[in-house]
């Protein structure tokens, strides 16, 4: 039992003494101290053991035969935790005939009628409760929408505010209250139009200047960004506001404008995890390598959760810097998350570089994926490094294998697909994206991969144009399937259509591979300085490139 109700029974008995004559008084205020005291130890003893309903009884029976405003509050108390709300109701009214200005009584049966759905009965105690907390009115009206949510009619709560908040029409949060009701019943319209009235009665409130952003975001985001970023001009200390709008900057891919933005915010949060973290990433994103190297040691230095995470990308960022060391330290570092299995990926090709392909292999081989996701990925990374270490052949085994327990798994089909076109395997190939097509016919790179092993092969020409015109329709600003469409025309003789289709692919992507066949349809056309061009530019980026050094050797020996 807890002392506060102790003290309850014990001033409840003392109270009632003195109107007793004075012989007879002290039988009766013993008896009368005894027997609350006893129904007290019951109603919280039974309580605490989970015998709600003999705690209701024993502090009901003590509410009615006290008409004690605290023992009633404790009865009514207990009722709304049981779920007894009539009986609890009916204690409100007996606590309001007792006190019937009291603001905790109304509080109370607001309570119990919002958990018994009784809405239409709301009206008049929740108007009161707002007309008599005036000091607190802008407090109460936000939390009109928050107190009603568990009423699942929202058209009727829609109802409710709108008059509840009628006379306040003067007051910002009434308008706010407003906007999340509307919201709630689909009247984006409407909500907008709340908030916006709410920022014309206080033009420096945060929260509604995000809301009402968010609300134009959904129909025109440039608008959105432009209202939110006038506010953070006229309001430079607005913090809450510059990161929603960062963070709105960073979905739109305005990745520039949101790292000005984070940075101004990190100026004055320097140690704040949640502006840190995006800071560090868009500077990474930029290029800015120094800047997102420190910005994520001093993550590390924080509470944030991930370090996991922190380690990956500052593994990344000693790899490719060639601090072999520092990385592989990174690396080693990254135990849990979701880029768990990337991280050993990139150990075992560090590994490799190193000249250890059997410790690499076997770093991959013992790491154990949780799921078929991960486990997908560990076949992948294992390919991958057969592959660095020119095994095609076992690097096709790997995934084979792989399939064995994963036969529908599209990721390991594809590259199956692949692996076996290097080691000229075009059976394999057909096999492997056919059954790939066959479960996930519109996978733009299944049917370019098909539609170009046939056009490279020239054969099934036909075949190969339907293949790739699906997937230029699934993907029309695909460079590679660009590429392949437009080597697919050279094949069919169509030389000025396969110039047109390949220089739109080469502007978009410069890669040496579609320089090679953009070289070759040059020369095809007789305009061999703009394909020796070409290919002169594409090498001097790309000297290595098998496909282009092969075109060179055949067209300039």
Known sequence: ???????????????????????????????????????????EMALRQGAVDLSLDAWSDLAER?????????????AGFAGHNERGLRLVRLWQSI????????????ALLIQARKIDLLATPLSEL????????????????????????????????????????????????MAQA????????????????????RPNWEIAAIAHAKLLGRANMKIAIDQLTQFVERNPGANDARLALSQILVSEKRFAEARQHYERLLKNNPDEPSILYPTAILALQSGDMASGRVQLERLLETSFPDKSNI??????IAQEAEQTDRA????????????????????????????????????????????????????????QLLRESDDQAGAYAALEKALNNSPDDPELRYDAALTAERLGRHQALEVHLKHLLSRHPDHPHALNALGYSLA?????????????????????DDAYIMDSMGWLQYRQGLLPEALKTLEKAYRIKSDPEIAAHLGEVLWALERRDEARKVWREARQRNPENSALNATLEKFQP
């Open 66 to 78: 006290t008409r004690d405003p605290r023992v009633i509050a404790r009865a009514v108390e207990i």
């Open 328 to 383: 592989m330290e990174h690396f080693h570092q990254v135990s849990t998350g979701e880029r768990y299995i990337a991280a050993r990926a990139r150990l075992a090709i560090l590994l490799l570089k190193q000249g250890k392909r059997d410790e690499a292999l076997a770093l991959l081989r013992d790491t154990r994926g949780t799921n078929p996701a991960e486990r997908t990925q560990l076949a992948l990374a294992e390919a």
């Open 130 to 177: 707002l007309k008599t907390d005036k000091e607190n009115l802008p407090t109460n009206l936000l939390q009109l929408n928050r107190m009603l949510a568990r009423i699942t009619d929202k058209a009727a709560i829609f109802e409710l505010i709108e008059n509840l908040t009628a006379p306040y029409r003067a007051i910002p949060e009434a308008h706010f209250a």
């Open 1 to 43: 039992m807890s002392p506060k109700h102790l003290v309850i029974a014990l001033s409840l008995a003392l109270s009632l003494a003195p109107s007793l004559p004075a012989r007879a008084a002290e039988q009766s205020t013993e008896d009368l101290l005894g027997r609350t005291v006893f129904q007290v130890l019951i109603g």
């Open 99 to 110: 006190e019937p200005d009291s603001e905790k009584a109304r509080q109370a049966q607001v």
């Open 456 to 476: 490279e092969r020239n054969v099934r020409l036909d075949e190969a144009e339907t293949l790739l015109a699906r997937a230029l329709a699934l993907a029309p």
């Open 311 to 316: 380690h990956y990308f500052l593994g990344q």
């Open 182 to 201: 509307a919201l709630a019943v689909g009247d984006e319209k409407r909500a907008t139009e709340e908030t916006e009235a709410a920022l014309k009665l």
